[in-house]
C-alpha cells in the first residue's frame, strides 16, 4: 500500500498498443467498442494501481467519447493516467491514438474518464492515505484542472441514477407486470 504523500501523472502512466486483428473488429471492419473498453479498462486499472500500490475497481467509465473508428490493419494506442484523487476513489484519463502502420499516420480515436475505487478492508483503511496527483506537462494540467467539476457531476449523476435503478423491474421479461 502506498505510504506516498504525492505522485507525478507520470508515474502513473500506462501505454498499451495493440495491433487490429480481424477478431477484434466488428461488421464494418474497425475495431469493436466492447474489444476497446477491454483495451482500456485494463491500462486504467494499472495507472490506479500504480497510483494506490493496492487492488481497486472500476467503478464506472464517466465519458467515453469514439471520435473516429480503428481499422483492422491500424494499432490502437492506449495512454492513460490518473487526473485526479479523493480519499478512495480516483480518475484516471485515457486518450486512444489510433495509427495506420502503413502510412504512420496518428489521429485521435476516443478518449475516456474511468473511476475507480480501492478496495481495502478495516485495517489497510484505518491507514490508507490516497496520494494526491501531481501534473506536470501542459496537457496534464489541463486535464487534472477540470477534476473537481467532473467529481461533482459524477456525485449528481450517481444520485440520478439511484432514483432510476430503484424503479427498475427484475422480474423476468415474459412474467407478468402488474
Not at 467498442?33 to 475497481?57: E, H, K, P, V, W
Not at 480516483?90 to 475505487?117: C, H, M, P, Q, W
Request: with cysteine; glycine share 6%.
Amino acid at each position: 500500500m502506498s505510504t506516498r504523500k504525492s505522485v507525478t501523472c507520470k508515474d502513473t502512466l500506462v501505454i498499451q498498443t495493440h495491433r487490429i486483428m480481424p477478431s477484434h473488429t466488428n461488421s464494418f471492419g474497425n475495431l469493436f467498442g466492447g474489444q476497446l473498453l477491454y483495451f482500456l479498462d485494463n491500462s486504467a486499472s494499472i495507472s490506479m494501481t500504480r497510483l494506490t500500490n493496492t487492488l481497486g475497481m472500476t467503478a464506472s467509465i464517466d465519458n467515453m467519447n469514439f471520435l473516429k473508428p480503428l481499422p483492422e490493419g491500424n494499432s490502437v494506442c492506449i495512454e492513460s493516467y490518473v487526473t485526479g484523487t479523493g480519499s478512495t476513489s480516483l480518475e484516471v484519463f485515457a486518450k486512444i491514438i489510433g495509427e495506420d502502420l502503413i502510412t504512420g499516420e496518428r489521429y485521435l480515436a476516443a478518449t475516456s474518464f474511468l473511476t475507480f475505487v480501492v478496495q481495502l478492508d478495516e485495517h489497510e483503511r484505518k491507514d490508507f492515505v490516497m496520494p494526491k496527483i501531481v501534473p506536470e506537462t501542459e496537457e496534464e494540467k489541463y486535464i487534472c484542472s477540470g477534476y473537481e467539476r467532473r467529481k461533482e457531476e459524477r456525485m449528481k449523476q450517481r444520485d440520478q441514477d439511484k432514483k432510476m435503478q430503484s424503479n427498475l423491474s427484475l422480474s423476468l421479461p415474459w412474467m407478468d407486470r402488474s
